[in-house]
């Protein structure tokens, strides 16, 4: 053996040897049982030529740790008190609403005179009815929507609302029999053509944002579109209807479901065709029967309370399309409940019908309900809402004031032809564009002389 390999292996001993003293302490330490032996793990190899580990014993002691000087502790201090909140009322913001004025251009023109009868009030709601006596009327004419269309594009956060007949002949009293014949038609496709035709009619307006309340009253029996004499059917159509529109490019449309209140012929929940193609779960609500109050409306069976927790459930707006006075002469208790559970639950939109007997500014008979209507929207605009005041009422209108000047209604002026003038009647939509009527002068002929 030469003297290098005699030197590896005194130095693999020295390692051997230092590994097997660590072994022994380690093995007095936490973990392990008295007298309990322990297998240390072998050490690593150790390279040629490294010097020997020295023995445990000529290792220097780790020099102890000084002692950290004591510190002060450091004095309490006392905990801020918090600082007061005053809760913030949340803000009502009104909805938006209108008004039913008449179907064609004289609808138009009048929303800017009730406005002026309200203080400014803004009216971002203009509703019309597409007439149902035929089809080519259903699919909305030339001539018929233009007015209402640009009405609505004048200004961007106006709504136009459009009522539309499911079936021609809507009102002729057509028996339950030909119009359950008639409904399971339409679930084939039958009357498909007719509401593309009105889809596209209302995007080449420029009015595919339109609120379509398709089929209301469909749980009464006034109109040949109502639901009862086939539900199943009736839903397959309504269906039918919303893909048809919603097929057409550009289109935004929103459906409105809206049944009268209470059961009327048939309960309106087996009307409702699914949440898939009901944007809106609306309610046309008059003050009827006779004698009914407020609150038995709300609480009656498909009510307006009814109405609300449906469209909660369905994760709906709610609206009220056509809404007002009927049965229980002028009375303003309802109309100021009405406003004030309008205000409360927060509709898309609402849109008064104002004509007699349901109106309060076009209709003379009802000043006391016309008073608490006026109060109420008097300048309103998307604010806060502003209490409900009448004759005789102790309750003061939050701003914008109650105006002082007399608040009976006073219905559009109708225009009186100049002297020796005979207007010619062209029709609502040229007068529309023309401003007026026009007037043929008697004496035109002994000017020309």
Not at 50 to 75: C, D, K, L, R
Not at 297 to 314: C, I, N, R, S, T
């Amino acid at each position: 053996m030469s003297s290098q390999q005699r030197g590896a292996r005194s130095r693999r001993l020295a390692v051997t040897m230092a590994a097997a003293a660590a072994s022994v302490v380690l093995a007095s330490g936490p973990g392990f049982a008295a007298g309990t032996a322990r297998v240390a793990d072998p050490p690593a190899p150790t390279p040629t030529g490294t010097p020997p580990v020295p023995p445990i014993s000529s290792v220097s002691p780790v020099p102890p740790i000084p002692s950290v000087p004591s510190v002060s502790p450091v004095p309490s201090v006392s905990p801020v008190p918090p600082v007061p909140v005053t809760p913030v009322p949340p803000v009502k913001i009104s909805p938006a609403f209108g008004a039913y004025l008449d179907y064609g251009p004289r609808g138009v023109a009048r929303i800017a005179e009730l406005s002026h009868w309200l203080g400014g009030a803004e009216l971002r709601v203009g509703h019309t009815y597409l007439p149902g006596d035929r089809w080519t009327n259903i699919e909305g004419r030339h001539g018929f929507l233009d007015v209402w269309a640009d009405w609505r594009t004048r200004q961007a956060d106006r709504m136009l609302v459009l009522n539309v007949p499911m079936m021609e002949r809507n009102e002729e009293n057509v028996s339950d029999a030909e119009v359950r014949l008639l409904l399971r038609r339409a679930a084939d496709g039958a009357f498909d053509r007719h509401f593309r035709a009105l889809a596209e009619r209302l995007v080449e307006l420029k009015a595919p944002d339109t609120v379509v309340v398709l089929g209301w009253e469909m749980n009464g029996t006034t109109y040949t579109h109502r639901c009862g004499p086939d539900p199943q059917a009736w839903k397959t159509y309504w269906k039918r209807i919303v893909t048809t529109m919603r097929a057409v490019p550009g289109q935004k449309f929103r459906f409105d479901f809206a049944p009268n209140r209470g059961r009327d012929a048939v309960p309106w929940t087996e009307c409702y065709p699914g949440d898939d193609t009901v944007d809106i779960i609306g309610m046309d609500s008059y003050d009827q029967p006779t004698g009914l109050s407020f609150e038995e409306q709300v609480k009656e069976p498909y009510g307006l309370q009814a109405q609300v927790d449906f469209a909660k459930a369905h994760g709906k707006p709610i609206s009220y399309p056509e809404w007002g006075l009927f049965r229980n002469g002028d009375n303003s208790a309802y109309m100021r409940s009405m406003l004030a559970w309008m205000d409360a639950h927060q509709p898309l939109y609402n849109t008064l019908t104002d004509y007699c007997p349901h109106g309060v500014w076009q209709c003379a008979d009802n000043p006391r309900s016309s008073q608490v209507y006026r109060s109420v929207l008097f300048g309103r605009t998307d604010g806060p809402a502003p209490q409900p005041t009448e004759p005789g009422g102790s309750t003061t209108p939050t701003t914008p004031a109650t105006p002082s000047v007399p608040v009976t209604p006073t219905a559009p002026a109708t225009a009186v032809p100049p002297a020796n003038c005979s207007p010619v009647q062209l029709g609502d939509w040229v007068e529309y564009w023309l401003g007026g009527k026009l007037c043929l002068r008697l004496d035109w002929w002994s000017r020309s002389r």
